[in-house]
């Protein structure tokens, strides 16, 4: 199968002594992975230099086979992202935030922006501001405007921040169909062990900057009752809960 | 070229919908109404003669070019850096299929096109207000030289606005650009007025630099020297801001 992100010994150390080191994986298409880890295990540096808005003291990262520093452009033509707090232009309405993105993808039309506001529930406040607007509605956006290009690869970090019951329940069922349906690869970072269960295909577990873990959900589930089960065995047996 | 088209237009629909551009240009118009209103005041009040029509716009140039137009342009640059840095809303625009350094320079040249459109909608009203106040006075060779010194003054606050823009990147807040602009700003002045033999290396003083064009005799010399003088801390300032740019973590 086509290999969609292939990270290489992959480490960012910043000035207070945390980040990530030595981190290596390869995920394929149509895979939902889970990035499980407590806050603070690097989850997010990881994903902020997949997404060039960090850079790495050493390794790589190739999205699609193109280099993440030197080949930018054609590495995050397919990729839609959504790192941490969802943010947009406060001045600008939901649906005009939506259109500064999608002017970068040739096609995406108007249409499109209206489905994307339709699918992430936001149709109604399309034309309002988003400083108005509650954390789950601004994730809501955020993930419209990740998804908004019909991306071939999603980075979600944290996306059931901020989200209510049934925006969790929304998320969920939004990713396993992109991924049944059109075949996106997702790459979600969480600390909510439930949701990752419930969506992904395969687990990483982070933890201290270091990846201590992959294996597939079905084979994790199969030796646990739980991912939380493992989860904490995978971290205990590292030395710490 | 076309990611950058899509950058350059980006921006500007941002500047175009931020209020503050808008009041910006308002702003500027206003001082120029006060302007005759003032000049109109003291000359029927005292009968002192005041600018005239052909005047009038170079008059509102000389001020605009020290006040309003570069706290104005300073303003909007602290905004599309500083304002985008805070809360880090400019990774919306950095995970887009876009390098860094279109999204710099088009960031640029929206600040360029802003202060370009500030200058002309000043030089345009001035000539309105000249031609409604005294239009005797008012001529066409004239009005094309006031347009030139018009046009010719966007180089200079372009220099500014990156200098601006490389305090965005050296300072967090944008209130601390602001204030950091402001001071480095009155500094530069009063350093030319003190030590005016390195007037030219302060880049304040290339704002009156409009005068040598309205000479009678071209003073080419000296226009190149400042040219140039612009042209290397233009180039030194772009180059410095967009290294800090690439090299930030968001």
């Given at each position: 199968m086509e290999k969609?992100?292939?990270?290489?010994?992959?480490?960012?150390?910043?000035?207070?002594?945390?980040?990530?080191?030595?981190?290596?994986?390869?995920?394929?298409?149509?895979?939902?992975?889970?990035?499980?880890?407590?806050?603070?295990?690097?989850?997010?540096?990881?994903?902020?230099?997949?997404?060039?808005?960090?850079?790495?003291?050493?390794?790589?990262?190739?999205?699609?086979?193109?280099?993440?520093?030197?080949?930018?452009?054609?590495?995050?033509?397919?990729?839609?992202?959504?790192?941490?707090?969802?943010?947009?232009?406060?001045?600008?309405?939901?649906?005009?935030?939506?259109?500064?993105?999608?002017?970068?993808?040739?096609?995406?039309?108007?249409?499109?922006?209206?489905?994307?506001?339709?699918?992430?529930?936001?149709?109604?406040?399309?034309?309002?501001?988003?400083?108005?607007?509650?954390?789950?509605?601004?994730?809501r956006l955020g993930l419209a405007a990740a998804i908004l290009s019909r991306p071939k690869l999603l980075i979600l970090d944290e996306p059931f921040n901020g989200l209510d019951v049934q925006g969790m329940i929304d998320v969920r069922n939004l990713v396993k169909r992109l991924a049944q349906e059109e075949g996106t690869t997702c790459f979600i970072s969480s600390h909510l062990i439930h949701d990752v269960e419930l969506i992904c295909t395969r687990i990483g577990v982070i933890y201290n900057g270091k990846i201590l873990n992959i294996a597939s959900t079905e084979n994790i589930l199969k030796d646990y009752a739980s991912l939380e089960n493992y989860f904490v065995n995978e971290v205990e047996r590292n030395g710490r809960v | 070229m076309a990611v950058f088209k899509i950058a350059l237009i980006n921006e500007l629909e941002k500047l175009y919908k931020k209020k503050k551009a808008l009041a910006a240009i308002v702003f500027s118009l206003a001082v120029i109404i006060l302007g005759q209103l003032a000049i109109w005041g003291v000359?029927?009040?005292?009968?002192?003669?005041?600018?005239?029509?052909?005047?009038?716009?170079?008059?509102?140039?000389?001020?605009?070019?020290?006040?309003?137009?570069?706290?104005?342009?300073?303003?909007?640059?602290?905004?599309?850096?500083?304002?985008?840095?805070?809360?880090?809303?400019?990774?919306?625009?950095?995970?887009?299929?876009?390098?860094?350094?279109?999204?710099?320079?088009?960031?640029?040249?929206?600040?360029?096109?802003?202060?370009?459109?500030?200058?002309?909608?000043?030089?345009?009203?001035?000539?309105?207000?000249?031609l409604f106040f005294n239009y005797k006075s008012l001529t066409v060779t004239g009005v094309a030289s006031t347009f030139w010194a018009y046009m010719v003054s966007l180089l200079p606050l372009l220099v500014l606005v990156l200098g601006v823009i490389l305090l965005a990147h050296l300072l967090k807040s944008g209130l601390a650009v602001f204030f950091a602009a402001v001071l480095l700003f009155l500094a530069s002045e009063l350093l030319a007025l003190i030590l005016p033999q390195y007037a030219g290396l302060f880049i304040t003083s290339h704002l009156g630099w409009y005068k040598l064009w309205l000479a009678h005799t071209f003073p080419l010399a000296a226009v190149l020297r400042k040219l140039l003088l612009m042209l290397g801390s233009g180039v030194m300032l772009f180059v410095g801001s967009f290294y800090l740019f690439e090299r930030k973590e968001f």
């Open positions: 969609i992100i292939e990270i290489e010994e992959l480490t960012k150390i910043y000035p207070n002594g945390r980040g990530i080191e030595d981190v290596s994986l390869e995920i394929c298409q149509g895979e939902i992975f889970g990035f499980l880890g407590p806050k603070g295990a690097g989850k997010t540096t990881a994903m902020k230099i997949m997404t060039g808005l960090i850079k790495p003291d050493r390794g790589a990262v190739r999205l699609f086979g193109y280099d993440i520093i030197d080949q930018y452009e054609a590495a995050m033509a397919g990729v839609g992202v959504l790192i941490e707090v969802a943010e947009s232009y406060p001045y600008l309405s939901a649906h005009d935030n939506l259109q500064q993105f999608a002017r970068y993808y040739p096609r995406v039309d108007e249409q499109r922006i209206e489905e994307v506001l339709a699918i992430t529930g936001m149709a109604r406040y399309q034309h309002e501001k988003p400083k108005k607007f509650s954390l789950g509605m601004k994730q | 000359r029927a009040g005292f009968g002192i003669r005041g600018a005239g029509g052909g005047e009038f716009p170079l008059l509102i140039l000389s001020v605009v070019i020290k006040t309003v137009l570069p706290l104005f342009v300073a303003l909007a640059a602290i905004d599309s850096f500083s304002g985008e840095f805070s809360r880090n809303i400019i990774r919306v625009t950095l995970t887009r299929p876009v390098s860094r350094f279109k999204i710099f320079s088009a960031k640029v040249v929206a600040a360029a096109i802003f202060i370009l459109l500030n200058l002309l909608s000043i030089f345009f009203l001035s000539i309105l207000i000249s």
